[in-house]
């Protein structure tokens, strides 16, 4: 059967370029950067030089300004905690959109407890962040603000240029989280004034655990892990040196191709969008035209989410319900597979959130891969609501002239 | 092994799932849950002579609790009403080969179903 | 020219066959574990907790107790702070040996800021932790002992078995930094009362960008990293994938191999030992038995250290002088070249610690290589020395009869 | 591209180190660092008509500390004393096609060699 692999959002397949620039230094070159008076340490540490100006590159940062990290969570950890931290103890007030990752959200936990006040942002009905709104939000004791390029479950991108204009005029440092959005399209912090933005490597058919913080030169950030003196102190801890080079390679192939790429994504999704639009009481989320390409997201009545994507993955489509992290039977309990805060933030009625899915789709997926899934949705969702009590009331409403 | 976060059994209950549907003029039925915590069973129960002929369900919910709608119908059919209010949640895990710990729940929502629609039985047949 | 590769304890080579079985999670199984709805993220969740159980074995722990992280200087992190920020308010006190690793000493300076008082015990001349000190040195409200199992730069064992008795006794969580012994010396959780073992995958044969900490089973330990629910709350992130079964695949070799490498480098050892013996001047560091096998330091008078490294290099042989860290050419000043802790705790004068060195073999190293060294380092030694200032000073005093 | 943390110059000087050795009756020797601060330099000059006729050194010290050394030896050979006097760190490190940052002071080590020198000439020839 055809494998469909539809949920790019999550994780991406690793480039076959990118595992060729990672396997000399996995096999060949496997020293320590901080053991450089050798010549493996020494190949290592210029391999990490050489990937820090690769992936300042696809953000037109400097290469001094990119810190390696584990990974987006670790990023977004250390530009909100690592910014308050340095911000001074006057200033004990965040603001972020309602529509962050839990990596963004949770590392607001700590600072709460310490005291720090949190304005949450609302969005509107597409997602976006009204820039008035961050406008009224910031004060004088504003150590941090954050909102991301683009999200996750719903897609939208938000006005991150304008955004970072108002944060510079309020001499606010302004953290992006472009975990969903770098590499797929473009971001200039030439022209967009953030000052930390968040990059994730297996986001952009990179490996997992190696991610990049964009330090803006001047921005005061105190380190959160500690221990050697690596990351120009930003990260203590033996390089990631394969990991590094990888998302390096990923950073350049990227730069290069992902206006072609977002062509061939941008068509996919709006065939699939249009196909999609057949399927009664369905509702697409996120902004219809500000949205990364080939993210098409929406929630449908009377047919549990979770079902609808274990029946998908029975017929070969690989899907989720968007954030990874919101499906996560691992949780310590059933709330996570039901409340989605960013479907809750942008106005779905809960009791239908569950139906929600996401389709991603990547660089490598084709038309016909859209076709077999506009083919079996439809079927699946009709089998589930044949399924389920609340559409035979629906339908009795609907018989009775409701 | 499967490919999903299910066991065998469980998957091939949510592809194929018993006794789906209604039964007009039940002699109990019974609802539980809400579609806000993300399921909701309903159960039709045909008894004659205390012992439950036939039974069907509409779920509205995730894998689990589709399989184990299904397999509970497939328990009950037969029994007395007295064994049918017995079946408790563990034996319909234990019959879909478990669950994941996060899904007992949805066999919790099967078993309190049969005792709503057994509930609603007696309502209406006293004595 | 042979490259003979005597720095394993800065880092080791990938095992080829760890690296097959990472290949298929890098190119054929790139789920996401929190996406596991679907095959892909299923087979990595899967992949995750297969390899949990076979990092357990390594050290005799339950599959439960084992927290993936990014690599050993998280893990250390995650026990000093984690630790102590369970405690509890009372308990403000922490007791570290003096000979531990940047990754643990330099997470004790938010402690100590944060008010924390912290007792750092004395070494031998061997770099041996007495018993009886941590005995006396534990207090009502010690928050954390952390005492590593094998220093890295002089390579002694510490009695962590003893030490893990008295601190349990004492009701202290013991962390034991297992970093430079773990997969090359036993450790076993059921043995050594230790609460929290640190363990890094890119000094046993896995790669880099990889480690965990061992958690006992009702050890409190507060997370340091915020996000999604992975690794059952004690570290958000989506998870290295193919660094975890990398880690795993190491971890089951070295459980089965381990006495066979130990055996090998044992030899080698003594062999380097017995030969570096004959250079005059020459001073070996650590314990002369309770020491990692294949781990030979010494520090010798009248030569640099970086000119020996440097030299021997341009012969093939690459070595250091013990900790990465403290040869790091890219610290802030040039104190990181010449004040070793390590070797200022075990009492080497400060005027001579500069010319350190270790030689860390590794289970691929051959006589061959070490015969190398030994024919090689003697000549180096004089040549420095023939150049130096501090050698002729010293001639010309012992011809004097001094 | 050179294998170490070096450019192949510093490496050249440092694996052939030119003018090793002491002069006998120096008309100036200098000595400047600290073996405790890794490194310790002594040098030694001949001087002639005011010109640096000859020079000789003994360095302890790490790779950049003997380039910049032997370095230092070379540029000064024939110049006069003021001239060897303005002889600059920066210029040293220059000459071996650049020093790592923290590997600067070696270069600043010689330049101060020379003026030790120079000032124990001084001292010695005075007028
Ligand atoms: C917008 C966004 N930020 C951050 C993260 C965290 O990424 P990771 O789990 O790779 O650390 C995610 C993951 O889903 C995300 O969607
Ligand atoms: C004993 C010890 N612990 C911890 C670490 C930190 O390891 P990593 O840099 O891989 O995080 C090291 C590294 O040299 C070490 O020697």
């Known amino acids: 059967m055809a494998k469909v692999f539809f949920d790019h959002i999550s994780t991406t397949p690793l480039d076959s370029r990118v595992f060729e620039a990672m396997k000399p230094y996995l096999l060949e070159w496997y020293g320590n950067p901080s053991s450089h008076i050798h010549d493996q340490g020494q190949a290592a540490l210029r391999a990490v030089d050489k990937a820090r100006s690769e992936v300042a590159a696809l953000i037109g940062a400097k290469p001094g300004e990119i810190v390696f990290t584990s990974g987006a969570t670790e990023s977004n950890n250390l530009a909100v905690l690592g910014t308050a931290e340095e911000a001074g103890n006057g200033k004990r007030h965040a603001v972020v959109s309602g529509i962050e990752h839990f990596s963004v959200m949770n590392a607001l936990i700590p600072l709460r407890n310490a005291g720090y006040e949190v304005t949450v942002l609302p969005v509107d009905r597409d997602g976006l962040v009204d820039p008035d709104a961050v406008r009224s939000a910031l004060r004088g004791d504003t150590a941090l603000l954050s909102v991301m390029h683009a999200n996750s479950e719903i897609g939208t991108i938000e006005p991150v240029a304008e955004i970072g204009r108002i944060a510079r005029e309020a001499g606010v440092p302004f953290h992006v989280d472009a975990t969903a959005s770098a590499g797929h399209i473009p971001l200039d912090v030439r022209e967009v004034p953030a000052d930390l933005v968040t990059l994730s490597s297996h986001n952009f058919y990179g490996p997992k655990g190696t991610g990049a913080l964009f330090v803006r030169e001047g921005t005061k950030v105190a380190p959160r892990v500690f221990g050697g003196f690596q990351e120009m102190g930003y990260r203590a801890g033996t390089e990631n040196v394969p990991g590094i080079v990888a998302m390096a390679a990923a950073a350049a192939i990227a730069s290069k191709e992902m206006g072609h790429w977002a062509d061939h994504l941008g068509r996919l999704g709006k065939m699939l969008w249009d196909g999609l639009s057949g399927i009664p009481l369905l509702h697409f989320t996120g902004h219809p035209t500000k949205r990364l390409p080939g993210h098409v997201s929406f929630w449908v009545e009377h047919a549990e989410g979770e079902s609808l994507l274990l029946f998908l993955n029975v017929k070969g489509i690989m899907a989720a319900s968007g954030s990874a992290c919101s499906s996560n039977l691992r949780g310590q309990d059933e709330e996570d597979l039901v409340a989605s805060p960013v479907l809750r933030a942008i106005g779905v009625p809960s009791d239908i959130c569950t139906g929600s899915i996401t389709f991603s789709l990547g660089k490598g997926n084709t038309e016909e891969e859209v076709r077999l899934a506009l083919d079996a949705l439809p079927r699946i969702v009709e089998r589930l609501r044949e399924m389920s009590p609340t559409y035979l009331d629906y339908q009795k409403r609907m018989s009775q002239g409701g | ?127």
């Open chain 2, 1 to 127: 092994m499967t490919a999903g976060p299910y066991s065998a059994k469980v998957m091939e209950h949510f592809m194929n799932p018993r006794n789906v549907g209604e039964i007009d003029g039940a002699d109990g039925v019974g609802e539980v849950g809400n579609p806000a915590c993300g399921d909701m069973m309903r159960l039709y129960l045909r008894i004659e002579e205390g012992r439950v002929k036939d039974a069907k369900f509409r779920t509205f919910g995730c894998g689990a609790a589709i399989a184990s709608s299904s397999m509970l119908t497939e328990m009950i059919k037969g029994k007395t009403v007295e064994e049918a209010r017995a079946v408790t949640n563990l034996q319909v895990a234990e019959a879909l080969d478990g669950l994941p710990a996060v899904k007992i729940h949805c066999s919790v929502m099967a078993e309190q179903a049969v005792k709503s629609a057994l509930d609603d039985y007696a309502k209406k047949h006293p004595g």
